[in-house]
Every structure is written in structure tokens, then in C-alpha cells.
């Protein structure tokens, strides 16, 4: 009897001088859920690249089934019965979930090739099948791209099952989804551990893995730091194996003492544009010394309030700043009246990647004292300016001329944060301020935020996570299908803030 789905024996891998994975090793067995946690940058990645096939090793290998092999790539590794579902799934959304579900292996009744023809009613009836043994229903004639996230990620797991999966690797599977889907998650992996399918779990939310994994291993620079049963360990145990030892990320709930009111949205609407979410009669305010959160399943437009908020996108109604009306001003106005605004997109929106360090930190202030006097620009003032920005908020850097994307991405998020406070603002606004980050840099960006809403600011938070609204905001907003739904205190039942989340239709 096979006692082992799938081994990583010794796995060396390295970029250049760059050793991302130092002689890992781990196994999973049939019907197990097996959890890889660790900091981003800690070789995770790297290892479940090896796992299917899109990476060879340096050094070490993989063993499926007992059986040694050296997959060729992906398609390999899927002969092998190893499919994984990424954090952006891989449907093609103007197709059905049924076309989805079939596309490039799809079931013929009679002719070959370009003269084949889908036996569709076969296709149903298997999706039917695959869907009833785990527990699910699912309309197969809906477009993919109109689905609910959960709905997708399923599909996936069905599409792979379809293939003869066996062994399932799900890429941090739950960080677009709210409570009660993480709820129906958990459950379809259950119920496919039972049918002998090994599940690797990657995740960076403890709770999550001591509550659904039956092994946990821990990933630390390139090696394994750490490995158990889930009954023989807690949460505590694992958090300080991931950050060598201690835990960075404060249980601090200290609140704001909110005053006076900085921002005053009033019947805010926004028509979709290109596929984006409509906003319907948005009014809602945020106080000096608050942090207000904004939670909501993702695309039930989080990012379109913020964009309209900073005047990225074109939207009716009122927004005042400390009393002045700024509706119809455009993004650059809005900046200058005192607002700041960090991208959900670091690296495409928040950031020039290839431009250096001093340009991204310095960036908008060049047009003012004392970098600027109006026609010239100090070379001098441009440097000491990102010197003090960066040193303020614990930049680590090599060189100012180094590209910003050559930085660690708790760094990267940094030089954000960086530029955008240094004016200061009145009010900031704040999309997923810690994706991507590690540890280590949550806590740092944490402690800036509630360093900001200390001194007077005013923050509205944008996180797909729980725990992180709840631990910074001072009081949440509830976001579902565009309309905001309710408002509850940070410290409310998540189960209750997921009830709203998952209200009108937003998320099913």
C-alpha cells in the first residue's frame, strides 16, 4: 500500500547567487492535508514550483507514489496526478464554467481533431457527478467571469479532480474569500481527504492551518524550521518557528480617539466601467485619530470607492475634506488638498519598479521647496529629502540609486508609505497595506499606521483580512455588492461581519 502521495527529498535550488531552497524535505500522504507555512521570501514558492514541474532542482528529488520521478513540466506532473490551483485562478472568464471545466480535455462523441465534436451533455453529466461527490452545487451554464470567487476556485478543484488529481496544492486558497466560504472550503477539502486526495495547504493564517491541517510544516530561509502534527502543536508554537523565535505582530487593540471629521462621503455612485464594480449611494465618514476599516468579499468594490475617493474615477455625489468639497477634482487636486493614497498594487500603481529608490520616495514633492524653486531642481535637496523619508520609517536599502524593485517587498511597501505621509495628509487612504509582506514588515507597517492615526490622521483601511481589520481599525464599514451594508465594532464576532459581507448577493 502506497504510504506516501508525494516527497520532496532534499530539494536544492538556487537563482544566481540568490539560495532559495537548502536541502528541504517533506512528504504528505494520501488523504492528508499538509500545511506549508512560512514568511514571504522563505522558499515556499520555489518548492511548490519544483512540486510541479515548472522548476527543476539543483540538487535532491521528488518522489510520487513511492516512485521517484523528473517531470518535464507542469503537463508531467499532472500525468502524475499533481494539479494546483493559484491565488489568481486560471478560468477563462468569457467562457462557461462548463467550457471551463472541459477546456483542452474536452469529451468528443464521434470524428478527431478539428472535425470532433464536444459531447456536452457528457461534460454536464461528469461536472454534475464530480460536483454532488463533493458536496456542491454549481451552475454550469453561467459565465465564469460572472461567478462568485468561491464558485471559481471549486471549479478549479473540480477541473483538476476531472484530470485525475491526486494530489492538490492550493496557493493561499482563502484570501479572497469571507468566513462562511472559508467555512465551505474547509468542508470540500474534508470531504476529499476522505476520498484518499493529498492536499497541501499553503497559508500564512495560523488559525486557519490549526484548523484545518492535519501536519504543518514551517519554512524558513530556504529550510525547514520546523515540523509536526497539528494535534501535537498550537498556533503560538508555529508563529515563532516562522519568525525565528519571537513573534513581531502585536496583539495591541489600543484604539483611536477619534475627533473631529476629516472625510464626508455623501451619496456616493460610480457606474461600471470595463468590468469594474458600480458603487451605489456610498455616505459614509471618517474622524481625525481613526482608523476605519472597510471589509467586504474581494471585487464587491473595495478598490472603485477608493478610487473615486481619490479622484481616479469618475463618480457623482459629495466628498468634503474637513468641510471643503472636492467632488469633481481630479486625482493630483485631491492629493494637494491633503490626501494620501497607497495603491492595492504596489508594483504597478504605487511604485516605478525599475526607477531608483530616491525618485520613487521623492516622487510628487519634486515639483516643491526645496527640491524645485520653479526652474530648477536640486540634486542635493532631491537626496537629503529621501534620506530623512526613508530613515523616518526604517527603510533597509543598499544605495538610493538602486531600483526600488530590487527591495524586499515589506520594503518596497515602506518607500510607499514613505512618500505618501510625509506631507502629511489629512487623511489617508489604504488598500491591502501588508500583501505580500512578511512578519516582520506587517508589524512595522501596523505600527505606522497607528503611529499616523495617533498624531491626527485619518485612515480608511481597505484588507481582505479579518484579523488585520480588526486588530487596526477603530470601527469597521461593511462593503457588499457595492452598497455599504453595516458597521460594527472592530472587536464584533467575524461571524457576524461575514453575515454582512455575504449580504445581497455579494460572494454567492
Known amino acids: 500500500m502506497t504510504t506516501i502521495a508525494l516527497s520532496a527529498a532534499n530539494i536544492w535550488k538556487s537563482y544566481g547567487s540568490v539560495q532559495a531552497n537548502r536541502g528541504i524535505s517533506l512528504s504528505v500522504a494520501p488523504g492528508e492535508i499538509h500545511a506549508i507555512v512560512g514568511e514571504n521570501g522563505a522558499g515556499k514558492s520555489t518548492l511548490m514550483r519544483v512540486l510541479q514541474g515548472i522548476e527543476r532542482p539543483d540538487s535532491g528529488h521528488v518522489t510520487v507514489m513511492d516512485r521517484e520521478v523528473a517531470f518535464s513540466g507542469p503537463g508531467d506532473a499532472l500525468a502524475h496526478g499533481i494539479g494546483m490551483v493559484h491565488q489568481e485562478f486560471m478560468l477563462a472568464p468569457d467562457l462557461s464554467l462548463l ?11 464521434f470524428g478527431r ?5 464536444i459531447d ?23 459565465r465564469a467571469g460572472a461567478a462568485p470567487v468561491h464558485i471559481q476556485q471549486f471549479v478549479e478543484i473540480i477541473r483538476l479532480l476531472r484530470r485525475g488529481t491526486k494530489i492538490l496544492i492550493l496557493d493561499e486558497p482563502t ?6 466560504q472559508v467555512t465551505e472550503l474547509f468542508d470540500l477539502l474534508r470531504r476529499i481527504r476522505e476520498d484518499g486526495t493529498a492536499v497541501l495547504f499553503i497559508s500564512h493564517k495560523i488559525r486557519e492551518v490549526t484548523a484545518l491541517a492535519d501536519r504543518v510544516t514551517v519554512i524558513r530561509q530556504g529550510e525547514v524550521a520546523f515540523a509536526a502534527a497539528v494535534s501535537e502543536t498550537d498556533g503560538e508554537e508555529i508563529a515563532s518557528h516562522i519568525v525565528d ?14 475627533g473631529s471629521i476629516v472625510l464626508n462621503v455623501t451619496g456616493l455612485s460610480a457606474a461600471s466601467v470595463e468590468k469594474s464594480h458600480p458603487l451605489h ?3 459614509l465618514t471618517v474622524h481625525a485619530g481613526e482608523i476605519v476599516g472597510l471589509a467586504g468579499v474581494a471585487g464587491n468594490g473595495q478598490v472603485e470607492l477608493m478610487e473615486a475617493l481619490f479622484g481616479l474615477r469618475a463618480a457623482t455625489g459629495k466628498v468634503e475634506l474637513k468641510g471643503t468639497d472636492l467632488s469633481g477634482l481630479d486625482a493630483d487636486r485631491r492629493r494637494a488638498a491633503g490626501i494620501g493614497f497607497i495603491s492595492a498594487d504596489r508594483r504597478h500603481e504605487g511604485l516605478a519598479i525599475e526607477a531608483s529608490i530616491e525618485e520613487n520616495t521623492i516622487a510628487g514633492a519634486h515639483r516643491a521647496a526645496p527640491i524645485s524653486n520653479g526652474l530648477w531642481l536640486s540634486l542635493r535637496a532631491r537626496k537629503a529629502v529621501a534620506l530623512e523619508r526613508l530613515k523616518r520609517l526604517s527603510v533597509k536599502y543598499g544605495t538610493l540609486r538602486d531600483p526600488v524593485g530590487s527591495l524586499s517587498g515589506g520594503n518596497q511597501q515602506r518607500v510607499v508609505f514613505a512618500r505618501e505621509i510625509a506631507g502629511p495628509p489629512q487623511l489617508l487612504l489604504v488598500s491591502q497595506p501588508t500583501r505580500g509582506v512578511d512578519l516582520n514588515g506587517i508589524a512595522a507597517i501596523h505600527s505606522i499606521l497607528r503611529d499616523f492615526r495617533d498624531a491626527g490622521g485619518a485612515v480608511l483601511l481597505v484588507s481582505e483580512e479579518l484579523d488585520e481589520l480588526q486588530v487596526l481599525s477603530d470601527r469597521i464599514v461593511v462593503l457588499a455588492q457595492g452598497r455599504i451594508v453595516g458597521e460594527l465594532g472592530a472587536d464584533a464576532d467575524r461571524r457576524d461581519i461575514g453575515r454582512l459581507m455575504v449580504m445581497e448577493g455579494a460572494g454567492v
Do not use: C, M, Y
Open 99 to 109: 467550457e471551463n471545466l472541459v477546456l483542452g480535455d474536452e469529451p468528443v462523441s
Open 120 to 142: 456536452w451533455q457528457a461534460a454536464e453529466a461528469q461536472g454534475r457527478e464530480l460536483a454532488q461527490r463533493i458536496g456542491i452545487e454549481v451552475d454550469w451554464h453561467r
Open 113 to 117: 481533431g478539428a472535425f470532433a465534436r
Open 281 to 283: 449611494d456610498i455616505s
Open 175 to 180: 484570501a479572497v474569500l469571507a468566513p462562511q
Open 245 to 258: 523565535g519571537h513573534n513581531p505582530v502585536t496583539d495591541n487593540v489600543k484604539r483611536g480617539t477619534p
